[in-house]
Nanobody
Framework: VQLAESGGGLVQAGGSLRLSCAAS????????IVWFRQAPGKEREFVAQ????????DYADSVKGRFTISGDRTKNTVYLQMNSLKPEDTAIYYC??????????WGRGTQVTVSS
């Protein structure tokens, strides 16, 4: 499976972006898809996830109410809609494919920069 993130960019505080995580090679339905982010000098942190079997979603407290994760099985793509962006959301965003407790595949990341 290859994962490719896209949709990052520079946006002003309060703005929105939609990130995409497109998979090739195997259907997403075999994995849970998780978004992480890593800001300069900080550890990678969990942002959101979607479990394909039940389409159950979960979010970090810092993004609840602002970010929405969703998936399109026909496109084998997971989206992260980010609204009301804040400067502290600035980071490289990565998607990962998880089977059980093992992260088997990662994308290369997409940069999100939120200016104040």
């Amino acid at each position: 499976v290859q994962l490719a993130e896209s949709g990052g960019g520079l946006v002003q505080a309060g703005g929105s972006l939609r990130l995409s995580c497109a998979a090739s090679g195997r259907p997403f339905s075999m994995y849970d898809i998780v978004w992480f982010r890593q800001a300069p000098g900080k550890e990678r942190e969990f942002v959101a996830q979607i479990t394909w079997r039940g389409a159950i979603t979960d979010y970090a407290d810092s993004v609840k109410g602002r970010f929405t994760i969703s998936g399109d099985r026909t496109k084998n793509t997971v989206y992260l809609q980010m609204n009301s962006l804040k400067p502290e959301d600035t980071a490289i965003y990565y998607c990962g494919a998880r089977s059980g407790t093992t992260y088997e595949y990662w994308g290369r990341g997409t940069q999100v920069t939120v200016s104040s």
